[in-house]
């Protein structure tokens, strides 16, 4: 059995490499039934951006998707993750739930993909409802299907992020196909499960006005949506790829200027989103 570690606080942009050597491949994950241990990379709390009100934020390893701009490719792998038990991280989210509560905030797992370990995410997801805490992911909806009414049931928002309208783009984004995200964003707005749609603007990668446009038409019409957030690019996280020996594909790619971030909001404006 692995040896367990102690849910690591800092941030999204500390390097986690190697601590558990001995993880099964995020692709073979037999998530073992109970969900009773994991494997994380970091606690860190923030505000708004993750959720409405303070957040802790809680992001687990394990992802199949293999962004181009990810900015923590450090999360891809289980075996680059802290093995702890949702035990420990419900008790650590105890520590601080009232100011949560207090500031009408509650917790959001991000990653890597929360849906790689579903039980384990479950049941965490349990532990905050118990505490009465807003719930939260943040998902590429790749692994949507994974997720079923009860797991639907724990969370009072997704964070769903669409990076490309075009199924090609989408592919060169990700390496992996567009349709079970937007099955996924359906079946959302079909329940009427409020989400967050989030795109990430890419110049030269998904800035093309038609990828936009084809976001923008597929997500107006859905009620649940409360926000289309238009997430600039930046290479926060470009230290990650050259330590991890990664190549960088966008590493001469700059971030999105003031007036491409406009036209991409009127864009979504403009088909009927709320958008920021
Ligand atoms: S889905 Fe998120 S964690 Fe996974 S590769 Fe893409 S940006 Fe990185």
């Known amino acids: 059995m692995a040896q367990l570690g102690v849910v690591p606080t800092g941030s999204r942009y500390d390097l986690h490499s190697g601590l558990s050597p001995d993880a099964p491949d995020e692709s073979e994950l037999a998530d073992d039934q109970e969900g009773a241990f994991g494997y994380v990379h970091s606690y860190e709390t923030s505000s708004r951006y993750d959720g409405p009100g303070l957040r802790a934020v809680l992001f687990v390893s ?34 601080f739930a009232s100011a949560l509560r207090s500031l009408h905030g509650g917790l959001t797992i991000s990653g890597g993909e929360p849906l790689v370990q579903l039980a384990f995410t479950r049941r965490i997801l349990a532990g905050a409802k118990k505490l ?49 995200t937007l099955r996924f964003a359906e079946r959302l707005a079909e329940i009427g499960k409020p989400a967050w749609i989030r795109f990430t603007l890419v110049p030269g990668l998904t800035d093309d006005p038609d990828n936009v446009d084809r976001i923008a038409r597929f997500v107006a019409p859905m009620k649940n949506v409360e926000w289309v957030e238009i997430q600039p690019f930046h290479q926060m996280g470009a230290f990650k790829w050259k330590s991890l020996g990664l190549e960088e594909k966008l590493a001469e790619t700059a971030p999105p200027s003031p007036e491409l971030v406009n036209r991409v909001r009127e864009q979504f404006e403009a088909a009927g989103c709320r958008a920021r």
């Open 62 to 95: 394990g992802c199949l998707l293999r962004c181009t701009y990810c900015h923590n490719p450090d999360t891809w792998h289980l075996k680059d993750g802290t093995y702890v038990s949702a035990r420990q991280v419900v008790d650590r989210l105890g520590d």
């Open 132 to 180: 009465d805490l807003h719930t939260a992911i943040e998902t590429s909806g790749f692994l949507g299907s994974r997720a079923d009414d009860d797991y639907l049931a724990h969370l009072d928002l997704v964070l769903l992020d669409i990076k490309s309208g075009d199924p090609e783009t989408y592919r060169k984004v990700t390496g992996r196909e567009l349709a079970p």
